[in-house]
């Protein structure tokens, strides 16, 4: 199974906190895996041994996301969200402090595929000795020349090769002064030594008491930019000359999904002709709007060029929550990687008066839906209750040949698979429907009841949208 390949490169980077008596954080990876458990999601194409190489070309060459921020910022918590499925709560109690770069792989569907770099807090300190060091730096001249220029260099090197730089901060934390004249030291670095690097600020925790209206996170955000701003300008740089984006982000909401999906979509070099292919669809079916969602991570990695509505994305993104844990659950196959990560109890459960979640305690009994109608087009329906309580505890007894299949496509097996669809008809008058299209990935899309009457029409368009995919990644994953 591969997909999401976790990496603990704890030999490697061994300067964890900053310590300047301790070797140098940037010597050269070494392979071992280092007994931390590799954990993969969804079905890839690339090497799935336990063991990841990241000097393999075809690792190396993939586009490299760096997380930095300082201590407890939260970047651990929002990959472990976002890419483990762990829950917002568990990061409470489940996460220690990052000590060495953690390196992982993305490898979800060959459109999008990416290495993700943790680095632990405050590593981004760059070898300074102290604050007259960082006083007497002259960014156009250079970094001056420490004890620690070396692992200073090392910086430069990891920089030169990344595709973005996502700089986590707290925004529960104030004042900011010295995290943002730290980010200002990395961002500098970073742009000097790699000049197309993406640059995203993740204003990070903005949920709880002092969050509670989106004009408290707005002035937020505007005082970072407004810090941000004033640290380039000493520092003789202004924001024209280096883009940032800023995102204002929460692991206990959809916000962080929202701006890893952007972060995301800049690594796609096939994005503008995701987004024709997208609004060609859209416009041939009188289609509202269409994303297509990496289904392991519930990031959307294209949209059509229409605007984007924060709901309707949180809306198709929940959809496939629904479509992987009851198909995790009614539908065939051994274990799935959604079943391993999803309870049981997760699947969503009708409350009274609650107009908005469609299902009822017996989710395919459509005589529990009310105003609503659900129709879930499961590949192969769950039976008896016998069979349904074998499967609920894993305990598969001699595959059939659909399983042998299921072990043979990894972990996209019972629970996704090419005949995986779904259709939600909302109460206001739209419908929601969800199609596999490829590996992991699902056309998700938003239209009006009305214009969804010739179904077979849509699944033939979506049949073609799903071939020049088809074709696009084959292109993608042939050597560039
Ligand atoms: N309120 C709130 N807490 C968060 C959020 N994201 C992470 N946290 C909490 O922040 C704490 C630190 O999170 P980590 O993910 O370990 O932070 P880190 O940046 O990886 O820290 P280091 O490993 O020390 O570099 C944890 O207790 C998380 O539960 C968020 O969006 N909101």
Not at 417 to 428: G, M, Q, W
Request: glycine share 6%.
């Amino acid at each position: 199974m591969d997909g999401y390949q976790y990496y603990d490169d704890e030999e490697s980077i061994s300067s964890a906190g900053g310590g300047y008596d301790q070797p140098n954080a940037l010597d050269a990876p070494d392979d071992d895996n280092n007994g931390f458990a590799p954990t993969y999601l969804g079905g890839g194409h690339l090497p799935s041994e336990e063991k990841i190489n990241f000097d393999d070309p075809r690792i190396a060459s993939l586009p490299r996301i760096l997380m930095m921020g300082p201590r407890r910022a939260g970047k651990t918590s929002i990959q472990r969200v976002v890419f483990h499925k762990m829950s917002p709560h568990e990061t409470l109690f489940r996460l220690e402090a990052t000590q060495m770069l953690e390196r992982a792989v993305v490898d979800h569907t060959p459109l999008c595929r990416f290495t993700i770099w943790d680095f632990p807090g405050d590593q981004y300190e760059y070898g300074y000795e102290d604050e007259e060091d960082r006083d007497e730096v002259d960014y156009n001249e250079g970094i001056v020349d420490g004890p620690n220029s070396s692992q200073a260099k090392g910086y430069d090197e990891i920089f030169s090769k990344a595709t973005a730089l996502i700089f986590v901060l707290d925004a529960q934390d104030e004042p900011y002064d010295h995290v943002l004249q730290s980010f200002t030291d990395t961002v500098t670095r970073a742009v000097r030594a790699n000049p197309t690097i993406a640059v995203e600020v993740f204003v990070h925790k903005v949920d709880g008491e002092l969050f509670l209206s989106d004009e408290a996170k707005y002035d937020c955000r505007r005082d970072v930019m407004q810090q941000v701003a004033d640290e380039l300008a000493d520092a003789g740089l202004s924001h024209d000359t280096i883009p940032i984006s800023y995102h204002l982000t929460s692991i206990y909401d959809h916000s962080v999904f929202e701006a890893f999906s952007r972060v995301v979509q800049r690594l796609i070099p096939e994005l503008p002709t995701l987004e024709h292919l997208l609004n060609v669809l859209v416009s041939t079916c009188s289609m509202e709007k269409a994303y297509l969602f990496d289904v392991a991570s519930k990031l959307y990695i294209s949209t059509d060029s229409s605007p984007v509505d924060m709901q309707s994305v949180e809306l198709c993104s929940d959809m496939i929550d629904v479509v992987l844990d009851v198909s995790g659950i009614y539908g065939m196959g051994g274990i799935s990687s959604t079943k391993k990560n999803t309870k049981v109890s997760d699947v969503p459960i009708a409350e009274e008066g609650d107009e908005d979640n469609v299902f009822g305690s017996e989710p395919l009994d459509s005589a529990n839906v009310s105003t609503d109608e659900v129709d879930l087009d499961l590949s192969n329906e769950g039976t008896g209750e016998d069979e349904l309580l074998g499967k609920l505890v894993g305990q598969a007894s001699t595959p059939d040949k659909r399983e042998e299949e299921d072990v043979n496509d990894g972990d996209a097996g019972s629970a996704y698979d090419s005949e995986s669809s779904s259709t939600i008809h909302l109460s206001n008058g739209m419908v929601l429907y969800l199609k596999e299209v490829d590996t992991m990935l699902a056309l998700v899309c938003l239209t009006r009841a009305e214009n969804f009457r010739k179904k077979s029409l849509i699944n033939y368009n979506i049949g073609c949208l799903k071939n020049a995919l088809t074709e696009l990644g084959n292109k993608t994953s042939s050597p560039r």
